[in-house]
Nanobody, 123 residues
Framework: VQLEAFGGGLVQAGGFLRLSCAASELTLASYTIGWFRQAPGKERELISCIRRTSSGTEYADSVKVRFTISRDRAKNIAYLQMNSLKPEDTGVYYC?????????????????WGQGTQVTVSS
């Protein structure tokens, strides 16, 4: 089972990117999907999550309003739309899948991980 995160890149502050998380041998709609960010010199943090059961969403305060998580059941892809990007959004972004119905902030609760995609926001 493998997740693949892609869509990162270099963008100017104020710009936007859409990250995608695709899965092979895994139905993403059956899992809680989290997007984590690891900024340079910082610990990995959960920035957004969409719950398996209700499809309810959660966001870290730092990205609330600017980022939107969603998933396309037909395509089996989860997305993270990132608008109004700031230099502090720079980091490696990972998608992960958990079997729990809530949004664990602890990465150890996520069973499957993507390889990460780099997002760099220039000022």
């Amino acid at each position: 089972v493998q997740l693949e995160a892609f869509g990162g890149g270099l963008v100017q502050a104020g710009g936007f990117l859409r990250l995608s998380c695709a899965a092979s041998e895994l139905t993403l709609a059956s899992y809680t999907i989290g997007w984590f960010r690891q900024a340079p010199g910082k610990e990995r943090e959960l920035i957004s999550c969409i719950r398996r059961t209700s499809s309810g969403t959660e966001y870290a305060d730092s990205v609330k309003v600017r980022f939107t998580i969603s998933r396309d059941r037909a395509k089996n892809i989860a997305y993270l739309q990132m608008n109004s990007l700031k230099p502090e959004d720079t980091g490696v972004y990972y998608c992960a899948a958990a079997e729990r119905g809530i949004c664990p902030s602890d990465g150890s609760h996520y069973r499957y991980w993507g390889q990460g995609t780099q997002v760099t926001v220039s000022s």
